[in-house]
């Protein structure tokens, strides 16, 4: 009988551990790889960690630093949160934490904190610039210190865009506004599609319709076109 060369079996199966080995390195990094969190890093800029990201779950800021939250489902028993921190537009930190089931509200329970009248607000449809002007002629255009106080006391203290519209929705019933009011409302939103939103709730009370290309050249394609409809161009 031919005798078996131990040898040879060992080598043999070192070879086989060796593959499975090397295997489950790739699927690890390629797993990793595709991680957008891993590409996150301290430097970047608010627009490169959104294209990684998305639009942040919720957003707080105070006159040094701003602060996105992501959060996602992670297991039966827990969310997975992460914040990343903001230095003068720059990543500084990023924080991962999970939270059990629970101590993050859902929509529905926010809603229940939120006063009877409050939750009854919903965006006015978009009207012709004939029916706001006749319906707002007795109203008048908002003041220079009501804006500022608008934006500083209320607006910059939302942690979400949400309640930002909110805020618009509440604070403009009684006002009307210029193009260049509105264009400085704008621009205390961060993303496009928040812009677009908050423009819709203040297109029905803009005075000087003649201006309003200051508005649409806020947005770039395919936005743009959703401004024009919205400030009445017939689309």
């Known amino acids: 009988m031919r005798k078996i060369n131990l040898s040879w079996l060992k080598a043999l199966a070192y070879s086989f551990i060796l593959i499975l080995a090397f295997q489950s390195c790739r699927t690890t990094t390629a797993k990793q790889q595709a991680s957008p969190l891993l590409k996150v890093h301290q430097g970047q800029t608010k627009e490169e960690v959104f294209q990684l990201l998305g639009n942040p779950t919720a957003r ?5 630093q701003e602060e996105w939250e992501y959060q996602s489902w992670h297991s039966e028993k827990a969310y ?3 914040v990343v921190t903001f230095f003068e537009n720059r990543v500084l930190k990023l924080d991962t934490s999970y939270k059990p089931i629970g101590a993050i509200k859902t929509k529905e329970q926010e809603l229940r904190t939120v006063p009877r009248n409050i939750q009854k607000e919903v965006v006015p449809k978009t009207r012709t610039r004939e029916v706001a002007a006749r319906q707002l002629r007795h109203k008048e255009v908002i003041s220079k210190e009501e804006l500022e ?3 500083e006391q ?3 203290h939302c942690f979400r865009a949400s309640d930002g519209f909110r805020v618009l929705r509440i604070r403009s019933k009684n006002y009307l506004f210029t193009c ?3 264009r400085k409302l704008l ?3 961060i993303f496009t599609s928040d812009k677009i939103k908050a423009l819709r ?4 009370r803009i005075t000087d319709n003649e201006n309003d290309r200051i508005l649409i050249e806020e947005f770039t394609f395919p936005e743009k076109d959703e401004a024009m409809k919205i400030l009445g161009y017939g689309y």
């Open 149 to 151: 106080r608008i934006i």
């Open 187 to 189: 621009h205390q939103f």
């Open 80 to 82: 997975k949160v992460v």
């Open 180 to 182: 260049l009011q509105v």
């Open 201 to 204: 709730i203040l297109a029905p």
């Open 60 to 64: 707080r800021f105070n006159e040094l």
């Open 154 to 156: 209320d607006l910059k």
